[in-house]
């Protein structure tokens, strides 16, 4: 009897670790280290279309630039500085600083902001203009001049000449090429300033000039209205509306197309 007893318990001992070893067996077959795996879903808060575990690189793509929002407004001279001077006193410095005021108005009603490198009879030097421009993003410059030459109750559009290649062996931009990424938007800027000039003001011509304009790290013109030797400063000063509005619808029509080039030094 008790060799009967002692074969059962052996018999179930044996069992029980038969069954040990086949779970043992099934938990490693399951174990996570050896499971297929899983395909992915996007979360909620995954960027469209990223790939589960990589994160998509900043430099992928382009930012969104910003848009043209500013026009930095530049009466040109100013202080002891009267820029050109006509026989019955006229005095550059002044006229444009009154020009201003109505371009000024005309580009905030176009829906701009306004920047004004002076605000009175001061003389910023060159380097504070230009400070005061490549400081702002998403903007184009505009400088104001009457002339001593030219067609009387007229006005010009300048846009900066050729320049070299913006950057040079070392891959810095010198400053006397700083506009070279913006000449081609300079020049459609200028060129749809002067067509409305053109239909203002009888002698104007139809495009944008080129000449020397000081140099920029944005889009920039210069308006020239002739001249100061008019008799009468009344004469010049009933040409400041037409100004006021070719400047704004040329700034309101060139939008659209305002982009900022793609190089080093460019402002967004």
Known sequence: MLLEVRNILRIRSLFLIVLLS??????????????PPQASTPSASSPQGAVAGVVPSPFGAQ?????LNIVVLDPAHGGTDAGARGTGGIRESEIVLDFAIQVRHALEAQGFQVVQTR?????????????????????????????????????RVYVNSDLPPATDSNG?????????????????LGDLVQG????HFKGSPESAQM????????????VEISSVTVGDRADLDRMAPGV?????????AFK???????TRGALP
């Open 22 to 35: 086949a779970a043992l067996l099934l938990a490693v077959m399951v174990s996570p280290s050896q499971a």
């Open 63 to 67: 930012a969104q630039q910003a848009g």
């Open 119 to 155: 605000q009175g009879n001061e003389d910023p030097s060159f380097d504070d203009r230009s400070a005061t421009a490549n400081a702002q993003r998403g903007a184009v410059f505009v400088t104001l001049h009457v002339s001593s030459t030219g067609v009387p109750g007229s006005a």
């Open 172 to 188: 810095m931009i010198p400053w006397d090429r700083a506009q070279a990424p913006f000449l081609d938007l300079s020049r459609k």
């Open 196 to 199: 409305f000039l053109a239909q």
């Open 211 to 222: 000449a020397t304009v000081r140099q920029l790290r944005t889009t920039a013109i210069a």
């Open 244 to 252: 006021a509005d070719a400047i704004a619808r040329g700034a309101a």
């Open 256 to 262: 659209p197309s305002y982009v900022v080039p793609n």
